[in-house]
């Protein structure tokens, strides 16, 4: 088995592991490594679903290369956000994984004083995920704050002099 793992014997191998019984290696899809099946097995927001069959692919050179493709992506969302807030004065990120992508991301950050508002727009690789949620993350600070408030509005209360319950 070691000999056909090293020569890249695709086929001895998934013939080997069609008789290992009652082991999770049964029947395991035996490949060597490309780029297009690894992101073949991926949904749209590059996680493999649970439902997918599981495929070993063979140690390769081509396999350091896509892992250091595939990890050259984190942080890229991460960073738009950064850079904002670096432009609005907060310290720099201390992770590499982010500040790494600031030149790659585009964010424009307009801030006026009266009213107080900043706006900015990005435009960088996996923004699209925060766009969709938006709605579900708008409805959760909200509920969060309205919780906050109902804790606070007692509190206020009871320094007052008024009984609260």
Sequence with gaps: MKNAIKSGDVAYIQARLKHFKKSFKRGLDVRH?????????????????????????????????????????????KASFAIVALRLGRPPPKGTWISRHFSKVNTPVSVSRNPARVRFKSSAKGLDVVTRRLKAIERFRMVAMVKRLEKLVPADAKKAGFKTR
């Design 33 to 77: 490594y490309s780029d297009s099946l690894r992101n073949g097995k991926r949904n749209a927001r590059g996680r493999i679903n649970p439902s997918v069959r599981p495929t070993v692919m063979l140690k390769d050179k081509d396999i350091a290369a896509g892992r250091k493709r595939a990890m050259s992506n984190v942080g890229i969302a």
